[in-house]
């Protein structure tokens, strides 16, 4: 018994707003072994026109991608601050469980940001196809 790949998308224009939209099999399959901070082309996704840039996303249980960590990988890291860690108090490391900046089957949400609009807006293109 084979599980479905799905991935789910939140997409930030330029306004300020995100948009979400869950892809399966074939659209999902596109989406492994890119890192963050790779551009993808819309149309792979139902957007034609449209240029994304990946800027982060989480496993399935919750664990952030991490740019600085390369690979698909979960581990433990000795962090002082930004993606995984608050800071509570200034000079404070803790060792956090993140994972590596490759997208993988272990990925659940992918984090997104337009960076070339397309003609149509994004929502009236993802209301109709979702």
């Known amino acids: 018994m084979s599980q479905q790949l799905e991935f789910k998308l939140n997409i930030g224009d330029k306004t300020g707003k995100c948009h979400t939209k869950v892809v399966r099999d074939a659209q999902a399959n596109a989406f492994i072994g890119l890192k963050i901070g790779d551009k993808v082309d819309g149309s792979l996704i ?6 994304l ?6 496993d399935r249980d919750g664990f952030p991608h991490r740019a600085s960590i390369q690979g ?8 002082s601050g930004g993606i995984g860690y608050r800071v ?3 000079g404070r490391r803790v060792k956090k469980s993140v994972r590596g900046n490759t997208l993988s089957e272990a990925t659940y949400q992918i984090n997104m940001k337009v960076l070339k609009e397309g003609d149509k807006p994004i929502s009236e293109l993802l209301s109709e196809t979702s």
Do not use: S
């Open 46 to 51: 139902g957007l034609p026109g449209y240029e």
């Open 53 to 58: 840039q990946i800027t982060g996303g989480t």
């Open 72 to 79: 698909p990988g979960r581990r433990k890291y000795l962090l």
């Open 88 to 90: 509570k108090r200034k």
